[in-house]
């Protein structure tokens, strides 16, 4: 058995979504942008922005969709879920071109800073969000 777990650290790129499956589990769908800068040898600037869909379920979707909003900072933790062939949704833009989206079905998601904010003016009231059925870590 193989397991794939994936971190990312990203912001909202619209509210959360929220829905309920037919057996009235709640999921919440949102996407963030995880941004890269760098400079080259060169000294020329390049800048990267990666989008990432999350699934969350059940009390986890519920804490989601009550606490994070468009441009809230995020890290989320989980399983890269992979389309019938093992690889990235493939799907075509507006303009004819074709593009690749990855989801995460989130384990685990820490609210971090608003937009503009630092993590440690995060809303107080916020708890840091897990899946259900986690087991807690043995404290020794």
């Not at 390049?46 to 379920?57: K, Q």
């Not at 989601?64 to 933790?77: D, F, H, M």
């Not at 949704?89 to 989801?103: F, H, I, L, N, T």
Request: glycine content about 10%.
């Amino acid at each position: 058995m193989s397991l794939l777990k994936v971190s990312a650290i990203g912001n909202l790129g619209h509210d959360p979504e929220m829905r309920y499956l037919s057996s009235g589990s709640p999921v919440c769908n949102f996407s963030i942008a995880c941004n890269r800068k760098w400079t080259d040898a060169d000294g020329t600037v390049h800048e990267e922005t990666v989008w990432l869909r999350i699934s969350a379920f059940g009390k986890l979707a519920e804490n989601c969709n009550q606490y994070l909003a468009k441009g809230r900072q995020v890290y989320v933790e989980g399983r890269l879920r992979a389309d019938a062939n093992g690889g990235p949704r493939v799907y075509q833009k507006k303009d004819g071109s074709y593009g690749a989206s990855y989801e995460i079905v989130a384990q685990t998601v820490q609210f971090l800073g608003g937009r503009g904010e630092s993590s440690a003016s995060a809303a107080p009231d916020a708890p840091e969000a897990e899946a259900a059925g986690e087991e807690e870590p043995i404290p020794f």
